[in-house]
């Protein structure tokens, strides 16, 4: 909480549906999520948790509802949503690695081409987030060369 014991909200989901034809799979979901939430999406298989979470970040086009992130509306299609991405991770249920690259290029493409950042940069903030989970030795490994754990770990460290 901040210092005003008011906490920043950071995403307001109001009444979000998506169709896919005669498949209602979100219907009326609304949800205000504030800066510091921890927040569980549970339900049986097929019950619309990835595609609730794929439509939070534009992956997937909701077919009606708002959703503000920081207050703008990021359903708004003339919304810069690859902007507002830059602000966001997920953790894909696939590893998603470009398997003819190395776990070092893996991590450090996102920060050169969305933030800019020089090679030197994001290669050495790589460093750290291998460093911190342990698989700094794997930097010049392939993905096929990885367990599915350290997979997971250099996927959800891509999105850090």
Same mark, same amino acid.
């Given at each position: 909480? *901040?210092?005003?014991?008011? &906490? &920043? ?27 510091? %939430? ?5 339900? /049986? *298989?097929?019950?619309?948790?990835? @595609?609730? !979470? ?7 086009? /909701? =077919?009606?509802? =708002? ?5 703008? %509306?990021? @359903? %708004?299609?003339? =919304? %810069?949503?690859?902007?507002?991405? +830059? ?6 249920? +696939?590893?998603?690695?470009? /398997?003819?690259?190395?776990? !070092? &290029?893996? !991590? @450090?493409?996102? /920060? ?5 950042? *020089? ?27 990885? *367990? ?5 770990? @250099? ?6």
């Amino acid at each position: 909480m *901040s210092d005003n014991n008011e &906490k &920043k909200l950071l995403i307001s989901v109001d009444n979000l549906t998506k169709h896919f034809e005669d498949l209602h799979a979100l219907n009326g979901v609304s949800i205000d999520i504030y800066k510091g %939430d921890v927040v569980f999406v549970v339900g /049986p *298989s097929g019950s619309g948790k990835s @595609t609730f !979470l794929r439509c939070l970040n534009r992956l997937e086009e /909701p =077919t009606g509802g =708002t959703i503000l992130f920081e207050g703008i %509306d990021i @359903t %708004d299609k003339k =919304t %810069d949503i690859n902007k507002h991405r +830059q602000k966001m991770g997920m953790v894909f249920q +696939q590893f998603n690695l470009f /398997p003819h690259m190395t776990v !070092l &290029k893996n !991590l @450090t493409l996102g /920060p050169m081409k969305l933030q800019g950042k *020089s090679k030197a940069e994001a290669e050495e903030e790589a460093m750290k987030l291998l460093e911190r989970v342990g698989l700094a030795d794997r930097a010049k490994a392939y993905p096929n060369q990885l *367990s599915g754990g350290q997979k997971h770990e @250099t996927r959800r460290n891509a999105f850090r």
